[in-house]
């Protein structure tokens, strides 16, 4: 018989992907959830009541436990290092959340450990590789020449800490984030933009501001220029200026501006997941834009996330698509675009 896996939650930070796990596990046959840890008692125990699960605040709890094959690592930034870190020491294959840590230094040491523990980690930040295959085959196929020019633009409403709090909490605290929401929103699109440009940033221009949440100490919109290697030149905005029909919201964001813009030198692909139909493609010698609606399965049960993925990538030892060097690579040219920011002129990503 199929191995059931079974799986835990580390941290509530990000509580929106491990509630969306939680409610995808009810109806998938091959995992099943069985423990939550969050340092918050009351927020640890609504969880576990609601799903019906051990619920603890303390990581190493949850972690220790040999029965628990898989951790959704999820809690506030600060400690997505540790919890990973432990749980690779422990033999805990990981989904990661994002940003992957504080420092380049400690995200370094995260590759570092898990690599030695031979388990399989799938970072969140890396869903634009998983989901972008047909839009990454179309490009090689030469349907619009080479990429020269690509922009991606992500605007949301700020994060809350929890359901309808109303206030973002610790994504608004530069104790517990590396950066507000340049590397929170824009991190997917760093990841994005390398992994289309299959070439290595050389500099980094940016800025930052508070437009909308002036009263918060990070961020709330970001602006990037990336110059590749090949010389592909990349632009990104990442924001938490989506205000209607609230100043905050949960994520998914309602009313959210996700969009990409691929300029090739025979054509173009624009993309968005706001607009119906949401891919638009010049190809090269066609007379005109051709647009395409792309629909999912409406009626079926709720999606475990990139959970099956990860359970596919253990059981066929295969190494996942997007991996912890990728997430690696991102964030350090979202660091680096912090740095440019700070000292007001352009860097060079030192890996």
């Known amino acids: 018989m199929r191995k059931k896996w079974r799986v835990g939650v580390l941290g509530l930070g990000h509580w929106y992907s491990g509630y969306g796990l939680a409610r995808g596990l009810r109806e998938y046959p091959r995992a099943e959830l069985v423990a939550v840890a969050e340092r918050d008692e009351a927020k640890a125990r609504e969880f576990g009541e609601t799903f019906g699960v051990d619920y603890y605040t303390d990581y190493d709890a949850l972690i220790s436990r040999d029965d628990i094959d898989v951790v959704h690592i999820a ?97 608004a605290d530069p104790t517990k984030v590396p950066g507000g929401a340049f590397i929170d929103e824009g991190i997917y699109g760093v990841q994005q933009l390398l992994w289309l440009a299959e070439s290595p940033v050389v500099k980094v221009e940016a800025k930052v501001a508070n437009f909308v949440h002036r009263d918060i100490a990070v961020e709330d919109w970001g602006m990037a220029t990336f110059t590749f290697a090949n010389g592909i030149i990349a632009t990104l905005e990442a924001s938490w200026t989506i205000c209607s029909p609230r100043k905050s919201g949960p994520s998914p964001k309602a009313n959210a501006n996700r969009r990409l813009e691929i300029v090739g030198t025979r054509g173009e692909i624009m993309t968005s997941s706001l607009y119906v139909p949401e891919l638009a493609v010049l190809a090269k010698d066609a007379p005109g834009w051709v647009f395409e609606r792309q629909v999912g399965d409406l009626y079926g049960p709720p999606s475990p996330g990139f959970l099956p993925y990860l359970l596919d990538c253990i059981e066929q030892h295969k190494k996942p698509a997007g991996t912890i060097e990728d997430a690696y690579q991102a964030f350090v040219v979202a660091m680096a675009a912090y740095e440019s920011a700070r000292q007001q002129a352009p860097v060079t990503p030192t890996f």
């Open 75 to 171: 809690p506030p930034v600060v400690d997505i290092p540790e919890c990973t870190i432990k749980a690779a020491q422990a033999g805990k294959h990981i989904l990661l959340g994002k940003p992957m840590a504080m420092t380049v230094e400690r995200a370094r040491e995260m590759v570092e450990v898990v690599n030695r523990s031979g388990v399989v980690c799938l970072p969140f930040q890396c869903m634009p590789i998983l989901m972008g295959g047909a839009l990454k085959a179309r490009i090689q196929s030469g349907e619009i020449g080479d990429i020269v020019v690509m922009h991606n633009t992500s605007r949301w409403s700020i994060a809350e800490d929890w359901f309808h709090s109303g206030k973002p909490g610790w994504f």
